[in-house]
């Protein structure tokens, strides 16, 4: 499903010519869908200022909730889920193009003055100081009147959680689907009959899985699927309360580590959280809110001569019942120093694009 139009979340494989089954306790207020959708982007900048066209959030009328054995037809309700604004992951700053400047997105408009502008202003970003100033798109919307629509983007774009207005009853099925750009995703929701016990005894922490090593490790880099280098690396494992273990398959969760010092094999600056995630390869699909290894298991990666202490923690949870992740207290991660010979001599220079630059304040 996905690659289409968006996708159901946490459905288990279907067998030929069936949808996905997605199992959910009994309080589940809901289905997760993930459309695959994005602001019209005209421009943007160094300092990740960008000019959009209008924020279109997801559309109810496009989902269909039918319950088995009574044809009943309920009401969707899309909840945006903003995971991301909890985590204070907020990369980039919009604001919303006038309507002469949207036309310039088609190729016909291109002699217009306004698009002209915004044309020479593109091939400029990669200029240096003074001539392409990192915050050109901030200025000239400032210069413009444009309306920051930060927020109206936030609310509009990424995971949502598909409910009825009716309510769902435990112990029932439903069938769900969603059509766009001609094409008809399906699933169906089971719902459970005993509900997930959030607030029973227990808390979700992360912890290491073992100690430290130097291993040479597959890696995602651009222009090829992956390359093999020589790193630092620490396994690490998040912990939930037992309450949870039935639904372990539903548990998303998200990694975020700030670094001591600078690590010559991390494009992020140290003293902020970060969102980082091990990805092997390009040509690897990794589920959203989850990671390569699976199972609440993640890696933490550094130069392998002087890889960077950190503190990691995670937020976890199953939002097809809760609102809100659960955020661990943070874990210190330190590796022991580098034997004679144990790193190459020359540094296997890795361009971590596994890891997600999103900051946090």
């Known amino acids: 499903m996905q ?24 309080n589940a207020r809901g289905i997760l869908f993930l459309p695959n959708q994005s602001p019209d982007f005209l421009l943007r900048d160094q300092d990740g200022h960008i000019l959009v066209g209008p924020p279109v959030p997801l559309s109810t009328k496009r989902f ?14 899309a909840v945006r889920l903003r995971v991301e604004k909890q985590m204070g992951v907020q990369p980039y700053i919009y604001y919303l193009a006038s309507p ?22 593109e091939r400029s970003w990669d200029k240096p100081e003074p001539e392409g100033p990192s915050d050109a798109v901030k200025r000239f919307a400032m210069q413009q009147g444009l309306r920051e629509v930060s927020e109206e983007i936030d609310a509009s774009y990424g995971l949502y959680r598909i409910e009825a207005r009716e309510g769902f009853k435990p112990g029932k099925l439903y069938d769900i689907s969603y059509r766009s750009t001609g094409r008809k ?42 390359r093999t280098a020589k790193l630092a ?18 548990v998303m969760y998200f990694m975020r580590h700030k670094l001591h010092q600078e690590d010559r094999q991390q494009t992020a600056p140290p003293g902020r959280f970060f969102s980082f995630q091990y990805w092997p390869s390009l040509c690897t699909d990794i589920a959203h809110g989850s990671s390569f290894h699976g199972n609440g298991r993640e890696l933490a990666v550094g130069d392998c001569q002087a890889p960077a202490a950190r503190e990691v923690k995670a937020y976890a949870g199953v939002l097809e019942v809760e609102d809100r992740l659960h955020e661990t207290a943070p874990l210190s991660v330190t590796f022991p120093k580098a034997k004679p010979d144990e790193c190459p001599a020359m540094m296997d220079e890795v361009y971590p694009i596994y890891f997600v630059s999103a900051q946090t304040g």
Not at 6 to 26: C, D, I, M, N, R
Not at 101 to 121: D, G, H, L, T, Y
């Open 3 to 26: 690659g289409i139009s968006g996708e159901f979340l946490h459905a288990a494989p279907a067998a030929s010519g069936k949808p996905a089954v997605v199992t959910v306790p009994a």
């Open 64 to 77: 269909r909730i039918i319950e088995r054995g009574t044809g009943r037809k309920l009401t969707p309700v």
């Open 100 to 121: 002469e400047m949207q036309q310039c997105a088609e190729e016909k408009n291109a002699s217009m003055p306004i698009c002209r502008r915004v044309k020479a202003m």
């Open 185 to 226: 995703l399906t699933a169906v929701l089971r719902m459970g009959t005993t509900p997930l016990r959030i607030n029973a005894p227990g808390q979700f922490s992360i912890r290491t899985d073992g100690a430290p090593r130097r291993e040479r490790l597959q890696m995602a880099q651009g222009g090829t699927c992956s």
């Open 233 to 250: 690396s620490q396994p690490l494992q998040l912990a939930w309360p037992p309450a949870y273990d039935a639904y372990e398959s539903l």
